[in-house]
């Protein structure tokens, strides 16, 4: 009696071996079956992606090769009632401002205009013509005054400014020159290729920024 009962123990873990063998190896094979489909297909995306980069890459180094060949950039001067205007640097931490006269409400005064990245405004001539840009173009960058008083009752001075940085202000940084061709002024058909070439540079420049 005893050895039907091992008998039939046996038998019954062979059985249990068996199925979970099979199963492993059905899993298995299933899958092998979805992984190697979905991997060929991901690296075949992984190379049109790949592609495409360097078709875009190419293509923008072919444009900047474009306009450096053909436009040339030239420093514009400005007016003596523009001098106010003029470009300053960046000068990161806020100074102190010397002030011994004059009644001032406490507060932060902020003041936004154009500070042209790379010395001043430009103009460009090429084969199509002069352009070039007017007084109120250029980065922008916010200039702040703050007027404070202190537990005593004087007065503290300060300055600072900042470079406002979107997008095409990181690309000219990143590049260190003019990257965009003046378009406010100039003979039409200038113009016009400066404003085609812009936007085409504007296409690369964010999707290469936003990789």
């Not at 190379?47 to 306009?67: G, H, Y």
């Not at 507060?107 to 199509?128: D, E």
Request: hydrophobic share 40%.
């Amino acid at each position: 009696m005893a050895s039907t009962c091992f008998a039939l123990q046996v038998n019954g873990s062979a059985d249990k071996l068996s199925i979970s063998h099979n199963f492993g190896h059905l899993k298995t094979s299933l899958s092998d079956t979805v992984k190697k489909p979905v991997l060929k297909e991901s690296q075949k995306m992984s190379l049109r992606v790949d592609i495409f980069k360097t078709i875009r890459n190419t293509s923008r180094r072919m444009l900047d090769a474009f306009v450096d060949s053909v436009f040339q950039f030239i420093d514009q001067q400005l007016f003596p009632s523009q001098k106010n205007f003029a470009p300053v640097d960046e000068i990161g931490e806020a100074v102190q401002v010397v002030c011994s006269e004059g009644r001032f409400p406490v507060g932060i005064y902020i003041r936004n205009g154009p500070n042209p990245l790379f010395g001043g405004l430009k103009s460009t001539f090429s084969i199509f013509g002069r352009s070039r840009d007017i007084w109120v173009e250029g980065e922008g960058m916010l200039h702040a005054l703050y007027f404070m008083k202190d537990d005593h009752g004087d007065w503290t001075i300060s300055y600072k400014n900042r470079y406002v940085d979107p997008e095409t202000f990181k690309l000219k940084k990143q590049r260190n020159r003019p990257s965009f061709l003046p378009t406010a002024q100039g003979d039409s058909l200038a113009i016009l290729a400066a404003v085609l070439l812009n936007l085409v540079e504007l296409i690369f420049s964010l999707q290469i920024l936003d990789n």
